[in-house]
């Protein structure tokens, strides 16, 4: 209704519910495929890192890298909202690659497995990965909110009538 009201300000024609217009579409798909090389960089930032990485830091990082490959299919499958697409690519380009860079220019001693540097590393790691989860949960969870939204307008619309209801005033 909104939508409609808008697109009649702006002299565009009403939009179908849930059709998404062909050039919003294409620039979704494109932003997925950025997203994508975006992610593919990281594994090959990772990797690289990996020698001079903690095992712990080196696996939590792989782990991570991981989950988001999970999230971005997922979100590519599920027509996610800008604002989930946003956050992905917000990840995937800066909340992990600016501190591991940081962490990287440290000397070695602060990189070692029981520095302050590391272990703060690792809280950080930590909360983002939780935020990856519940990232990758509310996909899922808004899915199939949608999915069960539409199977009740189906039966609502399909039910038979209500064998009390009466059209003749009785």
Excluded: W
């Amino acid at each position: 209704m909104i939508g409609k009201f808008v697109g009649s300000l702006f002299k565009n024609p009403p939009a179908a519910a849930g059709v998404i217009p062909q050039n919003q579409q294409s620039e979704t798909e494109a932003d997925d495929a950025r997203t994508a090389r975006s992610l593919d960089q990281l594994r090959t930032d990772i990797r690289r890192a990996g020698a001079v990485l903690p095992p712990l830091l080196s696996s939590q990082l792989r782990q991570i890298e991981d989950l988001l490959r999970v999230v971005t299919a997922t979100i590519a499958a599920q027509n996610a909202s800008t604002e989930q697409r946003v956050l992905l690519a917000a990840m995937i380009s800066d909340y992990v690659p600016t501190p591991l860079r940081a962490y990287l220019a440290m000397t070695a001693a602060e990189r070692a497995e029981d520095s302050r540097a590391t272990g703060l590393f690792i809280e950080q790691l930590t909360t983002l990965e939780a935020t990856v989860q519940d990232l990758l949960n509310q996909i899922r969870t808004g899915a199939i909110a949608e999915l069960s939204t539409h199977g009740r307008f189906l039966a609502d619309k399909f039910a038979a009538p209500d064998s009390q209801l009466r059209l003749d005033g009785q």
